[in-house]
């Protein structure tokens, strides 16, 4: 203690002054130069912490970026359907046909099968909903799509028009009247064969479903004459017809019920 109190009593006369300068001048650079790393460090560090609490932000940004984004696209599927459903009523409700069901497409034969069932829909509705092998089908502006092949209690299956196994019976919109069955082109167009040479038929006459075939009203629109078949020593012309429905684009579709 008496030590400590000498020194103590030589500093403050300033006795020390010169020990001190000695001690300024060799520590001070040293000290100046851990002050400096510690203040390199520490801004490191807090740099660090900033950098991780970015990513922790940007990763965040990204999640709910990619929630939005799956959001938004249910949300547009919803609204497509909605409106797909609304067409649907405002046809059916018309006044024609008086009886139908309406159907969600569960999936569609693309990939895997045989060929001739490619294009074939599934749908949510069967027999315990009234529907049964032959009926139509119709898109939401009622246009024929295809016909019901297999009924089974839950689901059915549909073979789209296009289909060479889905004949349908047609009446042209022509002056004649000419009547015929259509049968599908490699799934991409509709047939109408053995149509006789002297009737009339040209680029744009409708056809639509002439009533004759069993469960089926007539009037339902098919497409449209998109090419004639003429052959100058034929006996029968054919008739090429563009579908009106959009195939490939049918979430819903309607079920006529006799």
Request: proline content about 3%; charged content about 20%; aromatic content about 4%.
């Amino acid at each position: 203690m008496a030590t400590i109190g000498l020194l103590v009593f030589l500093h403050a006369i300033g006795a020390l002054a010169p020990v001190d300068r000695v001690f300024f001048f060799v520590f001070n650079p040293a000290a100046t130069q851990l002050q400096s790393w510690s203040n390199a460090l520490g801004q490191k560090y807090h740099d660090s912490v900033q950098q991780g609490d970015l990513a922790v932000q940007i990763n965040d940004l990204k999640n709910k970026v990619e929630q939005l984004t799956v959001e938004n696209a249910s949300l547009k599927k919803l609204q497509d359907e909605n409106s797909v459903l609304r067409r649907h009523l405002k046809f059916l409700e018309s006044g024609q046909p008086k009886k139908y069901v309406l159907a969600n497409v569960v999936s569609r034969e693309i990939l895997n099968g045989p060929e001739e069932s490619m294009g074939d829909l599934v749908i949510d509705k069967g027999r315990d909903d009234g529907l049964m092998v032959g009926l139509a089908v119709l898109d939401e502006n009622g246009a024929v799509v295809g016909k019901i092949m297999i009924a089974e209690e839950k689901i059915s299956r549909i073979t789209l028009i296009t289909n060479s196994n889905c004949k349908m019976a047609v009446t042209l919109q022509n002056v004649e009247r000419t009547i015929g069955v259509t049968s599908g082109n490699l799934g991409l167009t509709v047939d109408m064969n053995y149509i006789p040479q002297l009737e009339k038929v040209a680029v744009g006459d409708l056809a639509v479903t002439s009533g004759l075939e069993a469960n089926i009203p007539r009037g339902l629109l098919i497409g449209q004459v998109a090419k004639v078949n003429k052959g100058s020593n034929d006996i029968w012309q054919s008739a090429n017809i563009q579908p009106s429905a959009n195939l490939d684009n049918l979430p819903i579709v309607s079920i006529i019920i006799p």
